[in-house]
């Protein structure tokens, strides 16, 4: 049962564009939504998270959206560059519960053109 | 450096030969996890341990130990290795479960002939 539905697998961009990502989850316990981002040859790495109290957070170029009555997330990138080329994974997490283990999307390979 | 090792870094192996992938962490952090990732799976627990001596099962468990004796290190074991165990492997950690960030290793690739 996969519980957070990730898409697209695979995103091509032309630079300056837009990089949308989204992500549904089922388990309306969950209470944080990370994204990880990984280059080839790297471990993941934290890239932004979200709680369910706010519908938006921005770090730089990159933000989260949030809709808690669709239960939907997505990662929005602005102006992509190059360098943002890599594998981003949404995951979900109950915190409150007594497990807590992050649950991750399958991935969507984000490749930006010059 | 704050950081998650692995070794080996890449592994290839014969079906049934037991192995041992290594995990160690110099962030103090009490979580730790085993992940594994394949293409159009994304990744998938196989154990974690939210402390020393306490260790449980993800969503993958089977054909895979680990044990937690030591807060730093958490180590993989495959006691028979077969091919759909091969995989990329990561572990990861954190100061605890919660709203924190979890740092993951830089993987152990695994290919069982």
């Known amino acids: 049962q996969q519980q957070v539905k990730q898409s697209p697998q695979s995103l091509i961009v032309q630079k300056g564009g837009i990089s949308i990502i989204n992500c549904a989850y089922e388990?309306?316990?969950?209470?944080?939504f990370p994204w990880y981002q990984q280059f080839p040859g790297k471990g993941p790495a934290l890239l932004i998270a979200?709680?369910?109290?706010?519908s938006e957070k921005k770090e730089g170029r990159f933000t989260i959206s949030f809709n808690k009555s669709a239960k939907q997330f997505s990662l929005h990138i602005m102006d992509s560059q190059p360098g943002d080329s890599a594998t981003y994974f949404c995951a979900a997490a109950n915190y409150g519960g007594s497990q807590g283990n992050l649950i991750f999307g399958k991935g969507t390979k984000l490749s930006v053109k010059p | 450096e704050a950081q998650v090792t692995q070794n080996p870094r890449y592994l290839i192996t014969v079906t049934g030969k037991k192995l041992t992938v290594t995990c160690s962490q110099n962030?103090?952090?009490?979580?730790m996890s085993w992940y594994r990732q394949d293409p159009g799976l994304g990744l998938r627990q196989i154990y974690y341990s939210m402390n020393v001596e306490v260790t449980d099962k993800g969503d993958v468990p089977e054909g895979y130990k680990v044990s937690r004796k030591e807060k730093r290190n958490f180590p993989l074991i495959l006691e028979s290795p077969s091919p759909n165990q091969t995989s990329l492997y990561f572990c990861a950690s954190s100061s605890r479960v919660g709203r924190n960030e979890q740092f993951f290793g830089p993987g152990t690739r695994l290919t069982v002939l």
């Open positions: 979200i709680r369910p109290d706010v």
């Open positions: 962030m103090n952090h009490e979580y």
């Open positions: 388990n309306t316990a969950f209470d944080y």
